[in-house]
């Protein structure tokens, strides 16, 4: 399924974030044998690397764009696939991850505010990305009359709509556009080559009874994900932004 969505954009990845009440431990000792524990079981990931707020263990890059990632900041641990030749290889990074990190990091069900699952998509562009953005999405919509043809321009057209998926146990999902600029600021006359991102997240919110549930919870946001990607994101978002890329 992945070849799918590659097929539409220029890079997608698979993120995962477990989002927690408490702030993590940054100890030498609970950090490296859970980073060690990590490169025995996906031993691609071989470099160590610190950025503000944030400890990462990363892959190299391969000749497909493809690398993978796992990091922890203060209330959150994540992990990360680009460019993965199969969903499956993303899935099986992030698995490992929630069947590990806990007990490395004394992370308690209590613990947990939430687990999502980020799609994302990345779309090469040039001028106004704001512009292609309200191009593909808005152009024919009750919207477009805010905008008067030839005498305004596009400054920050950032769409985000959010759905509720199950009331019962607060599966919700959230689909955003980032133009990549700053809103409010006078257009430059040249715009920097930024991607279009586009951002798929399924989110469950806690209670979490078990931390062995997480993997099983993991696989519900999957579904659901692979459902809005194939059925709903694509058409009405992906495609439309990549036409008006090449239109132009």
Partial sequence: MSESFHSVCR???????LALKMDLPWGREPVLELFDRMRKEVPSLTDLRRY????????PEDDDRSYSWV???QTSLRSGVVNPADLADAYRLHRTVLQTAPWFLSIRPLDIDHLELVFGFD?????NRDAIIF?????DTPLAGLLERGRDEPLDV????????????????????????KGGEPIPQRF??????????VRRTGPIDRLEDLPTVLAGLAGHAERLAEERVIPSV???IRDAILSR
Avoid at 135 to 139: E, I, K, V
């Fill in 11 to 17: 890079d997608f990845y698979v993120n995962q974030k």
């Fill in 52 to 59: 503000d707020h944030e400890i990462s263990l990363e892959s």
């Fill in 71 to 73: 990091a922890l900041r």
């Fill in 123 to 127: 779309f090469e562009a040039e001028g």
């Fill in 135 to 139: 191009d593909a999405l808005l152009a």
């Fill in 158 to 181: 950032q769409p985000f709509i959010g759905l509720n998926l199950d009331r019962n146990d607060g599966t919700t999902a959230f689909v955003e556009v980032k133009s990549r600029t």
């Fill in 192 to 201: 920097p080559s930024e991607p279009i991102s586009v951002y798929l997240t």
């Fill in 238 to 240: 992906l495609i439309p």
